[in-house]
């Protein structure tokens, strides 16, 4: 192979198939380290209780009076779910299973969030029992990245289409909320529908459900 072409092949697996058009730019590879750190949850029963959420690899834990920081962050597992980035804005403290990153170099927090759900995380467990992961694990880690103008192109569809997964989210709840209220109204007979003509449906009749359906046992399928 060609030196020519040995580049072109290399070059190629730092841009990837789908990109906006106006970026053509080659990614850099870098480790992790290099363009952000990462911080280390800390116990919070000494703290007073406030507004300030106190997060876990389980979720929101309690509500405190002080932070451990504050800003743009992408959380990260450090044991437990180590599989499960998501990302915050605001004050927060975190406790010693969660990491949380900050300080970021020319990286935007959101791109940084979309890398994280992209990353494997288990591949890079380090216990047998339950998972954990490092600061030096994470921090070692070589990804490839565009240019910040890229990242914030990209961070700004990303955060557009989880903003309307959300929305989706939301009414898919409100409507299985609605279904469950009818429900409860329609078999209790409480709402009731019309027949063709306008016309009331025939009152409902009580019944035993064994009188309207078969019940086939273990025993008699085995028998059988």
Do not use: C
Not at 21 to 45: A, C, H, N, P
Not at 109 to 116: H, R
Not at 151 to 159: E, G, M, T
């Amino acid at each position: 192979m060609s030196t020519e072409t040995t580049h072109m092949v290399k070059n190629k697996t730092r841009v990837p198939e789908l990109r906006f058009k106006e970026f053509d730019r080659e990614w850099k590879k870098k480790k992790i380290r290099e363009v952000l750190t990462i911080g280390s949850g800390k116990d919070y029963k000494h703290l007073e209780s406030g507004d300030i959420p106190v997060y876990g690899t389980g979720g929101l834990m309690a509500k405190v009076n002080t932070a451990i920081h504050s800003g743009k962050t992408v959380f990260i597992g450090r044991k437990g779910s180590i599989d499960k980035p998501f990302y915050y804005e605001g004050d927060f403290w975190t406790v010693d299973t969660l990491f949380y990153t900050h300080s970021f170099k020319e990286m935007d927090p959101y791109f940084v969030y979309g890398l994280f759900q992209k990353i494997n995380w288990y591949k890079h467990n380090e216990a047998s029992g339950v998972p954990s992961l490092s600061k030096t694990t994470i921090g070692s880690l070589i990804v490839n990245l565009p240019s910040l103008p890229e990242q914030q192109k990209i961070a700004s569809f990303l955060s557009a289409v989880d903003e309307k997964i959300q929305q989706l989210t939301k009414k898919k709840e409100l409507l299985e909320h609605y279904k469950k209220g009818v429900m409860q109204q329609l078999f209790s007979g409480k709402l009731r529908f019309k027949d063709a003509d306008g016309k009331d449906y025939p009152e409902w009749e009580e019944k035993r459900l064994g009188r309207l359906v078969v019940y086939e046992t273990t025993e008699h399928r085995h028998t059988n």
